[in-house]
């Protein structure tokens, strides 16, 4: 058992209909994880003051302390100002909570983060803890916005003196600079789905899936066209998970697509596996991406992926697992890969999806705790 961990994020927590903090599922997953593992953990994050996406569960260890956060931040000139005034107050309390840890995780890229990095690069001859930083983004992403530029090279030259886990394995990347894979999945997850993906036949017609916000950045606008011109004597559904501010707008589009479209909103963890099981293919033609969790957790079910090759994507899917599109031309290569998937014989799919398992396996939490001993804590 080690000692206290704080984790300052930028994760969005909420009251739920009963009055108890809730934050977003991936994150609270792996800190209940984490907390059978540590004496305490303090996540330090922002609270909204908005009903709570479905997305969202609580904290099931006693030892789990949330330090709420008044969010900040925006566009604007005077939402930038705000972020100023704030800083010293959020400094003054990471500081008071991390003199007592024994582990300090950072995750970036965030607002805060910009300052936050100055203070630890301030303080990090006076540390008396193991810490370290988690870079979420796109690590090798060519025009990113300026705050997330900035933390990028903030990090690669080490100003704080720790080690930074990141997505992939990159050219001339810094010896400090690990790649890391994040965690989402549980041994149990990992032998159940390989009992469901062990049954699929792949026969048409298919069953695609999309999750993640429902925008264009994300390639919804993509998915839709693609579908449009498709077989669809060979797409038995296709269902997005998630939500955004133009969800109608693609639902009214889809009712002009001859296809059995579904628009599900958001949904909890338990619920997006049940409909994992029933996917034959995931579509997710993103912009950008670091690594998405949902690759890793559709894999565990053998769900075959149809995905930009954007971040990390194409370092653990390719032509033996999957499918992945050139961003370049994403827009008429993800037709044709769709294209060419349905008239694959089912036998040659089967092979695809089996190979998946693999990739499942590097993202359970087991993982995560062996290379947290071996490259963080130095014990393994």
Known sequence: MKGKLVVISHTEHYHNEKGDVVGWGPTVRELNYLSNHFSSITHIATLHDKPSPNSSQGYSSQNIKFIALQPFGGHSIFAKLRILSRAIHVIRLVHQEVKDAEYVQLRTPTGIAAFLLCYFALTKNKRKYTFWVKYAGNWNQTNPPLGYRFQRWFLKRNFCDCKVTINGKWPNQPEHCISFENPCLTQEQIQYGRTIASKKSFEPAYHFIFIG????????????????????????????????????????????????????????????????????????????????????????????????????????????????????????????????????????????????????????????????????????
């Open 213 to 380: 916000r429902i925008e264009e950045a994300k390639g919804v606008d993509r998915i839709l066209n693609a579908i449009e011109v498709l077989d669809k004597s060979r797409v038995a559904s296709v269902t997005f998970i998630g939500d955004g501010p133009n969800k109608e707008k693609y639902q009214e589009r889809a009712k002009n697509i001859n296809t059995d479209i579904r628009f599900l909103g958001g949904l909890d963890n338990e619920s997006v596996h049940q409909q994992l099981e029933q996917a034959d293919f995931l579509l997710l033609p993103s912009n950008s991406e670091g690594f998405p969790k949902v690759i890793a957790e559709a894999a565990c079910y053998g769900v075959i992926p149809v995905v930009s090759d954007v971040g990390s994507i194409g370092h653990y899917i390719n032509e033996e697992n999957g499918y992945v599109c050139k961003i370049e031309i994403i827009d008429s290569e993800l037709s044709r890969k769709l294209q060419e998937a349905i008239k694959v014989e089912p036998h040659d799919l089967s092979e695809k999806s089996q190979n998946l398992r693999v990739v499942a396996i590097k993202f359970s939490f087991d993982e995560y705790r062996n290379s947290l001993d071996k490259y963080i804590f130095l014990n393994g």
